[in-house]
């Protein structure tokens, strides 16, 4: 069956860098592409950064743009989330997803001096 991973959050200050890591299992997974979203509380789960299978055309949310990079292993059925420059609003927890029809159960990122 399908399975999503996430690792990599923690508790970091504002303007330091995180770097989110997603396992995928149960399908081949060079053939989807990929997506990070977030949920802060309160708030909706929004769209982070998508990523094609090949790994090329990678769109952001404009809150993220230039800050968040996402990259992906197809040898090793990964995809990463580079996070620099964290600021307070981007606390949350971090989902990846297939298609948004499977999810991971998500890593907390917390961004606080």
Do not use: H
Request: proline residues 5%; charged residues 20%.
């Amino acid at each position: 069956q399908v399975q999503l991973v996430e690792s990599g959050g923690g508790l970091v200050e504002p303007g330091g860098s995180l770097r989110l890591s997603c396992a995928a299992s149960g399908f081949t997974f060079s053939m989807y592409p990929m997506t990070w979203y977030r949920q802060a509380p309160g708030k909706e789960r929004e769209m982070v950064a998508e990523i094609s299978p090949a790994g090329g055309s990678p769109t952001y949310a404009d809150s993220v743009k230039g800050r968040y990079f996402i990259s992906r292993d197809n040898a090793e059925n990964e995809v990463y989330l580079q996070m620099n420059d964290l600021k307070p609003e981007d606390t949350a927890v971090y989902y990846c997803s297939r298609e948004a029809e499977y999810w991971g159960q998500g890593t907390q990122v917390t961004v606080s001096s």
